[in-house]
């Protein structure tokens, strides 16, 4: 059983940079993909992006000029970038097992957006 | 993009009855739907993919059916559990997208 938690600010301001980590544990990093997904509060779910263990990554168009993912298997963790962000971004950002279904979750970290 | 519609968007329930629940695509996803259930403040979980298989340690009281654009989520006997909303998501096309949600609320 994977277990994913999410570490990073739970404030930025607009216009900064958004960076969370996500540490697997309970099981290797590598062989599987990885998302990135957020909630709005109050709001529905939206798929960020994912990486792949080797590096390989997919984002939502809807994002990809702001978003990073990048992965150390190393550490075994997993990280978010999002830049020049507004009070548009402020949601629960988790990170995920999975690119297709989304098998294990983290329990989530709220980030708000504000000066 | 893939759109996903859910409905209805609220479900009032009695304990023990069956909730029927809803999701249709914009485009064909073949079998490529999987569902989650979210509780207050807590992460989603997984139920079901391929659009009828459930996850591991999901009841059998939760089933899916469909193929194509149209899918059902249906809960036999409503367990004070499973009140809580549930999203489909497709994972045919990128990127992924979900619905907007149904609220299964006590009746």
């Known amino acids: 059983q994977f277990r994913l938690q999410e570490s990073g600010p739970g404030l930025v301001k607009p216009s900064e940079t958004l960076s969370l980590t996500c540490t697997v544990s309970g099981g290797s990093i590598s062989g599987y993909y990885w998302s990135w997904i957020r909630q709005p509060p109050g709001k529905g779910l939206e798929w960020i992006g994912y990486i792949y263990y080797s590096g390989t990554t997919t984002y939502n168009p809807s994002l990809k000029s702001r978003v990073t993912i990048s992965v150390d298997t190393s550490k075994n963790h997993f990280s978010l970038r999002l830049d020049s962000v507004t009070a548009a971004d402020t949601a629960v950002y988790y990170c995920?097992?999975?690119?297709?279904?989304?098998?294990?979750w983290g329990q989530g970290n709220l980030v708000t957006v504000s000066s | 993009e893939i759109e996903m519609t859910q409905s209805p968007a609220t479900l009032s329930v009695s304990p023990g009855e069956r909730a029927t629940l809803s999701c249709r695509a914009s485009q064909s996803i073949t079998t490529y739907l999987a569902w989650y259930q979210q509780k207050p403040g807590q992460a989603p979980r997984l139920l079901l993919y391929g659009a009828s298989i459930r996850a591991t340690g999901i009841p059998a009281r939760f089933s899916g059916s469909g193929s194509g654009t149209e899918f059902t989520l249906t809960i036999n006997s409503l367990q004070s559990e499973d009140f809580a909303v549930y999203y489909c998501?497709?994972?045919?096309?990128?990127?992924?997208?979900f619905g907007q949600g149904t609220k299964v609320e006590i009746k």
């Open positions: 998501q497709q994972y045919d096309n990128w990127p992924r997208t």
């Open positions: 995920v097992r999975g690119g297709y279904r989304f098998d294990d």
